[in-house]
């Protein structure tokens, strides 16, 4: 069974850090064959895109809000990706999300209905 998880969202204060994990497990192809993204959703406000990496050619793609923030990592031995957030600001209070696609390349990694396997979410607060 195709599985993603994310863990490690909460409550931090403006200008603080949070590091987010997301599992993969039971992926149908190949790891390499996978992009693994963010995407976060506010109340009220469509899903969007914070982020991504491509496993095999570790490219990676940013949101325009979270560019020079925000950081995506990989570990191959524990199918893992991590998402740093630096400098938090109350507008990153979201769910984040980590998504698996595959066969992504250029925009379309940008894009949530490509990816066809989905976490449960985790909440991240920005506030003092």
């Known amino acids: 069974q195709v599985q993603v998880v994310e863990s490690g969202g909460g409550l931090v204060q403006p200008g603080g850090s949070l590091r987010l994990s997301c599992a993969a497990s039971?992926?149908?192809?190949?790891?390499?064959?996978?992009?693994m993204g963010w995407f976060r959703q506010a109340p009220g406000k469509e899903r969007e895109f914070v982020i991504s990496?491509?496993?095999?050619?570790?490219?990676?793609y940013s949101g325009d809000s979270v560019k020079g923030r925000f950081t995506i990592s990989r570990d191959s031995a524990r199918n893992t990706v991590y998402l740093q957030m630096n400098s938090l600001k109350p507008e990153d209070t979201a769910v984040y999300y980590c998504?698996?696609?595959?066969?992504?390349?250029?925009?379309?990694?940008?894009?949530?209905?490509?990816?066809?396997?989905w976490g449960q979410g985790t909440q991240v607060t920005v506030s003092s």
């Open positions: 990496i491509t496993w095999s050619s570790g490219s990676r």
């Open positions: 039971g992926l149908t192809l190949s790891f390499s064959a996978y992009t």
């Open positions: 998504a698996a696609g595959r066969f992504l390349s250029g925009d379309r990694v940008r894009r949530y209905d490509e990816y066809d396997t």
